[in-house]
Nanobody
């Protein structure tokens, strides 16, 4: 059974850090690009970061560049999202998903529609 489980969310003050984890099971993580997405109340789901496999390339939304870092450990079947210098506007439910359409090894344009096997999400709240 294919499954992705996010963890590591919580309440943090502005300027703080969190590390999210995405644990994969039921498939070989090294065969798929993995993306992190987020959805704030009343807003559409948006891409945060993506990790392609094989070539090791990564992609970031402009809003998180320089603050967030995606990494993967294929041996542990886990993808991480290190989030530093958090801002209130980063508050959202964060999801991970695997690329299931159009060249699954690479992020490509990494639109949410190309991803599946969504996890249940983990809440990140940035507030003083």
């Amino acid at each position: 059974q294919v499954q992705l489980v996010e963890s590591g969310g919580g309440l943090v003050q502005p300027g703080g850090s969190l590390r999210l984890s995405c644990a994969a099971s039921g498939f070989t993580l090294g065969n798929y690009a993995i993306g992190w997405f987020r959805q704030a109340p009343g807003k559409e789901r948006e891409g945060v970061s993506c990790s392609s496999t094989r070539d090791g390339s990564t992609s970031y939304a402009d809003s998180v560049k320089g603050r967030f870092t995606i990494s993967r450990d294929n041996a542990k079947n886990t993808v991480y999202l290190q989030m530093n210098s958090l801002k209130p506007e980063d508050t959202a439910v964060y999801y991970c998903a695997r690329k299931v359409a159009r060249a699954t090894l690479y992020c490509g344009s990494w639109t949410p529609n190309d991803f599946g096997s969504w996890g249940q999400g983990t809440q990140v709240t940035v507030s003083s």
